[in-house]
């Protein structure tokens, strides 16, 4: 892949073009990360009353029930939107770990793999989580760890 950077004062802000002779999964990826939000906070609620999160500070971000949560140092926000759509707003700083959570990949400390192929992810925080054995590979991948990176 050519990487090209063309800096002109003519641009009012930055464009991006993609050239290519197929679509690929490697296109697809790519798209989707260019138009992945580049948003710093996020909505997070406590009753009614509306918080804007710092991305950086979330930990977890999970589902209970039919309910989302951001978890953070401070506290435990609802999200008003669903889990899948905040896996693919957040994919920058997420990966996720099993069916119900995403974790802040900038806040992970060490993992330790446990029985039956499951990975203890140890936090920043001193907070726990798991992966499971699904989404093991995925997060390997992201983390830049083993041997299909």
Request: no cysteine; hydrophobic share 35%.
């Amino acid at each position: 892949m050519q990487i090209k950077l063309i800096i002109d004062e003519k641009y009012i802000e930055p464009e991006v073009h993609i050239h290519a002779n197929v679509y690929s999964e490697q296109i697809e990826k790519l798209m989707k990360f260019l138009k992945a939000t580049s948003t710093d906070v996020i909505d997070g609620y406590i009753q009614q009353d509306i918080y804007m999160l710092k991305i950086e500070d979330i930990y977890f971000v999970y589902s209970q029930g039919a309910k989302v949560y951001f978890q953070t140092d401070e506290n435990e926000y609802e999200s008003k939107r669903k889990l899948y759509e905040l896996e693919e707003l957040l994919e920058k700083d997420f990966v996720r770990l099993n069916k119900s959570t995403l974790v802040n990949v900038s806040k992970i400390s060490s993992m330790k793999m446990e029985k039956m192929g499951i990975m203890q992810i140890l936090m920043d925080n001193n907070t726990t989580a798991h992966a499971s054995r699904m989404y093991l590979k995925g997060l390997k991948k992201r983390l830049g760890i083993g041997r299909d990176t």
